[in-house]
């Protein structure tokens, strides 16, 4: 509670936290520990993933290796793209399409991640600084949350949720082709088919960790006692939602090992060590 006998905001502030009719408090903070830590480290690890994936995605080489294909380009829409033997090719996008057909795929799950709640407070401290960290002012002199463009956008989250969970069913189908050989008979496992079967698992429990599949699974419901199974259902999401954050960077971590363990085959720096 401001009394009047607090010192004077900084100079140069009046907005903000520092505005009059806040309380005037000289230190911009007063945590003593390194709290610009966790948002420089969560900065870094999103730069190098959209390097990465960036890289990745303008390739357009190197991505299958029978049985595997990279989750990044998969399903493969275009004409160009590698041929693959029962693998998820669907030439909805004809010969006019010249540039990766990465491009037509990746914009539903990053859209997914994008809008992810967690995601959202992970870029805003890292990149916006709002705020930066917890009982840590940020910089910015006014706050509008997401009620304008284009931060409004992000409640089509719930939208991506669909084409998320339609991602994922492909790259299981991929997972489950993976028990092949290199010349496509069944019964075999490599290592690339446990790197498929680990990448797949993360996948599907970030996307059911997702707050939107949360809701739909218990939203608007009035009384659980009349829907024991979605009450049930509603709480396994809610024990994975609990680690959303983890299942969102072990997913983020998996799908890009994954691409580039299929790189790796496909360039020849190595051969898929096979168990049986």
């Not at 502030?13 to 806040?22: C, F, I, L």
């Not at 994936?53 to 493969?76: E, G, I, M």
């Not at 939602?241 to 190595?270: C, K, P, Q």
Request: aromatic residues 18%; charged residues 15%.
């Amino acid at each position: 509670m401001a009394t009047g006998t607090e010192p004077s905001p900084p100079a140069g502030t009046g907005t903000g936290v520092h505005d009059a009719s806040r309380a005037a408090i000289a230190p911009r903070h007063l945590r003593t520990d390194r709290w610009w830590l966790a948002p420089a480290v969560t900065a870094a690890g999103l730069l190098a993933f959209i390097a990465y994936s960036t890289w990745r995605a303008f390739a357009n080489a190197d991505y299958y290796h029978a049985p595997y294909v990279s989750p990044f380009y998969s399903p493969c829409l275009a004409d160009n793209c590698a041929p693959m033997r029962h693998g998820p090719n669907a030439e909805i996008f004809g010969s006019w399409w010249g540039l990766s057909p990465a491009l037509l795929i990746l914009i539903f799950p990053l859209g997914f991640r994008l809008t992810c709640y967690y995601y959202r407070k992970a870029y805003y401290r890292g990149f916006w600084a709002s705020p930066p960290a917890c009982a840590v002012a940020e910089p910015h002199k006014k706050y509008s949350g997401e009620t304008r463009f284009p931060l409004i956008l992000q409640n089509v989250h719930r939208y991506f949720f669909y084409f998320a969970v339609l991602v994922a069913g492909v790259l299981t189908y991929d997972t489950v082709l993976s028990f092949r050989d290199e010349h496509y008979r069944w019964g075999h496992m490599g290592l690339g088919s446990l790197v498929f079967l680990v990448n797949i698992a993360l996948i599907w429990t970030y996307t059911l960790s997702c707050h939107s599949c949360r809701h739909i699974i218990g939203g608007r419901l009035r009384h659980f006692s009349k829907h024991p199974v979605r009450y049930r259902l509603w709480g396994w999401v809610g024990k994975l939602n609990e680690r959303h954050m983890l299942l969102a960077w072990a997913s983020l971590i998996s799908v890009a090992l994954a691409d580039f363990y299929v790189y790796l085959l496909a360039t020849g720096a190595f051969d898929d060590p096979r168990f049986f």
